[in-house]
Structures are given as C-alpha cells and as structure tokens.
C-alpha cells in the first residue's frame, strides 16, 4: 500500500503519527494510508499560512497571475499521474479523471485573468473616495470526493489571485491526489501559501472553528453546511458554501427526442450521478413521457458500468460504502410501494460498489426519490401536463441550486427558467460551467457565489478609503 504521500505544511512534508485508510471503490479495498493530521498539526498549517498572508498578498496582481499559469502548467505536466491517482481513490474512469485535471488547469488559467477593481466613487477638487477590494486573510477550504481536485481548485485560484492563503482539506475518502498535489506546488507558491492537509472526521469542525481561518468555503451536503456554519460562527468568519441540490429538468412536447435523450441521460448520471447539480427530477410532458422513457432505459440498459481503470468504463462505482448502502434503500423503498422501475435497480455483482443506471416510472412527488437527493445513479421520470403545475412541483423543494428547461420554443423556455427558484437554470443545454459565470445556490443550496467575478470578489471585503483634498 502507498503510504508516502504527505501533508504540505509551511512548504514542508508533514507526516502524521496516525493514518487513515484510502478505499478503492472498484474494489472495496484499502489500497494506501493517509496522514491523519492531529489538532496541532492544524494550528501548525493555520500559523503558516498567516504567516506567509502578508508577503503574499503584497505580492503584485501581475506576478500572483503569473503564479497560478504554473500551478496550471503543473497540473498538465503531470496530468497521467495525477489521473491515475484519482480514478484509484474516486472510481471515475480515467478519461474522465483527466477531464477534470485539465478543466482544473484551465480553471487556475481563466481566474487568473479576473481583476478586483477599485472603484472611485467621487474624484472633485475636494474628495476623493475609492473602495478597493482586499483579500480576508486565511482562507479554509474544505472539498468533498465527487470532483476532489476541480471542486479544490474553484477555491485555490480565486483565494490566491486575491492575495489570501489557503488550508486544504479534502474528503477524508479522498485524499490522495490533493496530497500529491500539495507535494508538486511546493516549489511553485511560496511556503505556506497553499496548505494541505489530511485527515479524518475530526479534522473538519476542527478547522472551521478554529480562531485562525477567516474564511471558510466549503463544497458539500447541506446537512453538513449548517454544522460548518453554526461553527464558524463564533468568530464570525466568512462563509461560502455550496451544498446539496434537487435539480429538476422540465422538458416541453416539442422537443426531438431522440436528439435529447442522450443529452438528459448524460446530464443526469456523469460521474455516476455523484454531484450536486445532476438532474435528478426529470419531469417529461404527456405528450412524449412514453417515447422519452423508453429512450432513457435503452441508454440505462446500454451505459457500460465497470472499474474507471478500464478503458471501456463509461461509468465507475459510486464512491463508498455509504452511499452505496444509501443506493440500496432507495430502491427497496420504491419496490415496496410499488413502483415501476424502468432499468437497474439491482447492485452489480462485483467486489466495489458498482451500481446501475436506474430509472423510476413516474413515482408520486411524496415518494423519497423524488423529495430527496439520491447523490447516485437513481432517476424519478415524472410526467405532466400544464406548465403551471411543473413550475409549482419543480419549485417546491427545499433546495435551489440548478435546473434545466428544454424546448423548442426559445420565448416560453426563457419565460419558463424566469420561474423557477434555482441559482442556475440551463435552456436547451446542461452542465457549461465557466470561470466567468457565477453560479449561486438559492434557498438551502447554499451561502454565497462562486465562480466569475463575483465569485472571486467573495475572497475580498470592501475598503472604502474616503480622503479630503487639502485647500493650501
């Protein structure tokens, strides 16, 4: 087993006296350790990186720029090992592994071309008044496993580029490339602007109290999200988080169906379902529910399920135990009640945690697959009629992160997506984030904006500097 990787505190390798064991979901065996960093180890990475705050954030704009070109030079130079890492401790299959490598590199590449402003709000003989935007300090970022490296890098690029430092922590399942990618950065950032450290369930209430962390950003459940936010409260620390979603796609009858379908089916389970703004109430009209249908099993019965190493994967296991177990209950409740489903259902017989593509025959809206976020391959097909009622059904969950609009008929899509309660909506494509759009959840889908310029300018407070202009 792999137990070499260390934590990167200050700029140093940190070992740890305790580990914690690293799964591969394709086989559900320990396949390495990670350190598991006690409490004082944590004070040591806060104490690093607001020792290295002041330098660095006195650093020039042009040459933090710079900087992170070579973090994303980094990450394509070593973007086979880095890959290969993650699709071992995440299951992913590997082309899809390197995707997200390269979308974290071009990430680190399109922030750095974002600029915090100062703005004047006043220049006359007499005033000046400019508010100019300076970074908050130490920044902990907390990622979860679905996208351990992209979901990090969303928070390194813009926290560095404002001239905070940064503690990493990844998922305790999934730590191993975050590691690593703390050992390849040390001699690209100065010691102790980016930290990175592992660790298990402790290690996250640990950081998001801690009296040194003037921010926090945190990618996870929104169960989870309150606990981070009732900690954080003491100190009264900024917050971004971006937690769970219930996205609902609602597709109109003039739509080709046979274009769409893969389009939705894709939209629904990449990454075998694991992340927040995956469809996961896909509302069909009347009119085309049975075509529709029909055209999501064939690809459900199609899709090729197997170990992300395998070339011929297209979709990996679920990640863990867990969720796996989660998976199970969800469709036991569905067969207890009767519903149909039209595809999957049942585990695939292998070591991990294999799981098809599932798809449930238009379950009531009280059912659990409907009310709650399965986080895997299991899918609600729902029918409707009048578009007043699937804005009404859509719009009624707790949770507003995205969702989606497909029709032929631009005008009544765009007046559609104007109503419903998510941060993002798609009309006629899914899934295109960018650096430069923000994306914010509404309602319990989270605290705050991430990506674009607003996302960036969440690293920054105000500073208004007012000055009277001396009359001799």
């Not at 590449?109 to 703005?119: C, D, G, N």
């Not at 220049?123 to 979901?151: E, S």
Request: glycine residues 8%.
């Amino acid at each position: 087993m792999n137990t070499q990787l260390t934590m990167t505190i200050g700029g140093q390798a940190t070992s740890s006296a305790a580990s914690i064991p690293v799964i591969d979901p394709a086989t559900g065996e320990v396949f390495a350790q990670a350190p598991d960093a006690s409490q004082a180890q944590l004070d040591e990475a806060v104490a690093a990186a607001r020792h290295a705050f002041a330098p660095w954030s006195a650093t020039p704009l042009n040459e933090r720029r710079a900087i992170l070109g070579n973090v994303a030079g980094v990450l394509m130079t070593h973007l086979d090992t880095l890959a290969t890492l993650l699709t071992q401790e995440q299951g992913k299959p590997l082309a899809r592994a390197k995707e997200e490598i390269m979308i974290s590199a071009h990430w680190c590449a399109e922030v750095a071309k974002l600029t915090p402003e100062t703005i004047t709000l006043e220049d006359t003989p007499d005033t000046l008044v400019q508010v100019r935007r300076v970074p908050l300090g130490v920044v902990g970022a907390i990622v979860p496993w679905n996208f351990p490296v992209a979901l990090a890098f969303f928070k390194i690029a813009p926290a560095l580029l404002t001239g905070n430092t940064v503690v990493l922590k990844p998922s305790p399942n999934t730590p191993l490339t975050a590691l690593k990618l703390g050992e390849l950065l040390r001699d690209v950032l100065p010691p102790g602007v980016l930290n990175v450290i592992s660790g298990g369930d402790a290690l996250g209430p640990w950081l998001s109290s801690h009296p040194g962390i003037d921010k926090i950003s945190f990618t996870g459940s929104t169960a989870t999200g309150r606990k981070v936010m009732a900690s954080a409260s003491a100190t009264l620390k900024r917050l971004t988080l971006e937690l769970g979603g219930n996205d609902a796609a609602i597709v109109m009858p003039d739509v080709d169906v046979d274009a769409i379908a893969p389009v939705l089916f894709w939209g629904a389970f990449a990454n075998s379902a694991q992340f927040c703004l995956a469809i996961k109430r896909l509302y069909i009209h009347e009119d085309i529910y049975d075509k529709l249908a029909d055209a999501l099993a064939k690809l459900a019965r199609q899709v090729r399920v197997g170990p992300g190493a395998n070339p011929e994967s297209e979709l990996g296991p679920v990640q863990n135990q867990a969720l796996f177990e989660r998976l199970k209950g969800l469709v036991a409740d569905c067969q207890s009640h009767g519903w149909r489903l039209l595809a999957g259902g049942q585990p695939i017989s292998t070591n991990g945690y294999f799981f098809p593509a599932t798809l449930v025959d238009n379950p009531p809206d009280s059912s659990r697959i409907v009310q709650e976020e399965p986080f895997g391959p299991i899918l609600p097909l729902l029918r409707f009629r009048a578009i007043d009622e699937v804005i009404q059904r859509a719009n009624h969950s707790p949770y507003g992160l995205g969702g989606s609009v497909w029709c032929r008929d631009q005008s009544l899509a765009l007046s559609i997506a104007q109503r419903l309660q998510t941060g993002t909506v798609w009309v006629n494509e899914i899934h295109t984030l960018s650096p430069h759009k923000p994306m914010a959840g509404h309602k319990q889908s989270g605290l705050g904006v991430e990506q674009g310029i607003e996302g960036m300018l969440a690293y920054t407070q105000p500073q208004t500097i007012s000055l009277k202009r001396s009359s001799t």
